[in-house]
Structure formats: structure tokens, C-alpha cells
Nanobody, 120 residues
Framework: QVQLVESGGGLAQSGGSLRPPCTAS????????MSWYRQIQGKQRELVAN???????EHADSAKGRFIISRDYVANVVYLLMNSLKPEDTGIYYC??????????????WGQGTQVTVSS
């Protein structure tokens, strides 16, 4: 079973930065895509950014220009650099690893989430 562990959340001031890592228990290159999602209170979980096994990156409109997803495939870590944080970024941030359909294990894995709180 794959373990994804998020950390590095916490409290930041408006305009500040955080860079939570997501550490996987095995090679992140074994996943088709690694993603960061967030759950803001009262809203559905939404995609923030993802990075494919080939290194292609996409960011949600709300994240463009402020957040950057990156990876260290030697350390099996995916980062979400969050700059210019706003109070509306407050929520729980989840790491997701999509393996794809196969006959051996679940197609997708989730971390437990890390709380990010941005004060005004």
C-alpha cells in the first residue's frame, strides 16, 4: 500500500509563503500524475496543481502566478510552493497519486491532508 504524507502546512500571513512537501513511500515516477488538491470549508475538493510522470505541469486558475508544483524524484517528494497567500486559500491540502487502472493495486492514493491557514 502506498503512503503519501503531507507536511509543512500551518499558519501564514496574507502575502506570505508556504511550501508543503508530499512524501511518497515509493518512486513518484510509478504514478501517471501527482496532484495537490484542496478542500475549502463549504466547498468541494478542487484540483490546485498536478505534474505528470513526464514533468508536464498544470495549475488551476486560482493558483496560476502564485503557486508552483515541483518534484524531487530522487527523494520521492512533490512540493507545492504557495506564494502571495490569501485568506481564501485557507483549507486542507491533499496530495494525490494516480496510478491508473491495473490489476495489482488501487488506481489512486490520497494523503491525510495538511491544514493551511492564512490570516488577514
Amino acid at each position: 500500500q502506498v503512503q503519501l504524507v503531507e507536511s509543512g502546512g500551518g499558519l501564514a500571513q496574507s502575502g506570505g509563503s508556504l511550501r508543503p512537501p508530499c512524501t511518497a513511500s515509493r518512486s513518484i515516477l510509478s504514478f501517471v500524475v501527482m496532484s495537490w488538491y484542496r478542500q475549502i470549508q463549504g466547498k468541494q475538493r478542487e484540483l490546485v496543481a498536478n505534474i505528470t510522470v513526464n514533468g508536464h505541469r498544470e495549475h488551476a486558475d486560482s493558483a496560476k502566478g502564485r503557486f508552483i508544483i515541483s518534484r524531487d524524484y530522487v527523494a520521492n517528494v512533490v512540493y507545492l510552493l504557495m506564494n502571495s497567500l490569501k485568506p481564501e486559500d485557507t483549507g486542507i491540502y491533499y496530495c494525490d497519486a494516480f496510478r491508473g487502472r491495473n490489476n495489482f493495486e488501487p488506481s489512486e492514493f490520497w494523503g491525510q491532508g495538511t491544514q493551511v491557514t492564512v490570516s488577514s
